[in-house]
């Protein structure tokens, strides 16, 4: 069986389109289509049925679906074992992230590829957002890790994917009435003092823009460009944050601060993988394999 013909079963169902998959994996959607109808004779069954414009997995297509993971998988793996052995080359990847990522989460990323691949080595560089894709854009990194408030938007260079989504949360000290709760509404917001970051962040923009949306004033006690500054002065109850879990999970888990969901809004933050189109296209054409690739088809377990 050609991996390629799992590869687009797998690509659509993920994307939920076949000409999604097509753009995706730089087929035409006749290509992809193909792919699929040689897939369900090799199993003889259908794998998809179409509502409308819609398409949803047979259970055919539900019992295929796991394997096909598990076997592309393996199959990234595989490759890279072989490659690793005679190509030097593969032996350092030029790693970049913007700073909450940086700190909070590409060291457990960096962990869980040196799991299966220990004597593969980092150069590791924390910079601004923009730094990051613009040193990506120059081939000064492999790929990036940066925050954004949602796809879209992006340089048409870079491909760029969503790694895990990092829930915004209310964040209290120890102290404060609403320490014993477990979620808020955004309107008892209104009247408390607020530690926020600098507008030019990303979690920022996404408070004010939800704010704006519920027409809520913004009660704005201190402006910190420091995450630890901000997490310190509510742990001293001189006001509340509205702070990315990730950049808290550690003082939550020890009991230092209590988080809250803001239960009439659904608030996150998307953690973006980047790396240059250039890279995928030529790597997907050849039979050499780029560091970016391995590290893209690995199943990554970081959890906010």
Known sequence: MDVIKLKAFYTVVMLGSFSRAAEKLFFTQ???SSQIKELENEYNVALFERIGRNIRLTEEGKALLPYAESILKS?????????????????????????????????EFVAEFRKLFPLINFQISVNYAYQIR????????????????EMGGQEEQLVEQT?????????????????TRSEITITELKEEPLILSF???ITRQVIEKQFRKFDIPLMLAFEIGSTEVIKRMVELNLGISILSFSSVKKEVAAGWRKS?????????????????????????????????????????????
């Open 75 to 107: 199959f990234e793996e595989s490759q890279f074992a072989v490659d690793s052995v005679g190509d030097k080359k593969l032996g350092s990847i030029k790693l970049g992230a913007s700073a909450l990522p940086g700190v909070n989460l590409m060291p």
């Open 199 to 201: 507008k030019s962040t």
């Open 163 to 179: 790694l895990l989504n990092d829930p915004i949360v209310v964040v209290v000290g120890r102290e404060h009435p609403w320490s």
């Open 30 to 32: 006749p290509a992809i």
């Open 260 to 304: 809250l969901v803001i239960s009439d809004l659904d608030l996150f933050r998307r953690i973006n993988i980047i790396y240059p189109i250039a890279d995928y296209i030529r790597n997907r054409s050849s039979q050499g394999r780029s560091p970016t690739q391995y590290i893209r088809a690995l199943d990554f377990n970081i959890s906010c």
């Open 134 to 149: 613009k040193m990506v854009l120059n081939n000064e990194l492999d790929m990036g890790l940066v925050g954004s408030i």
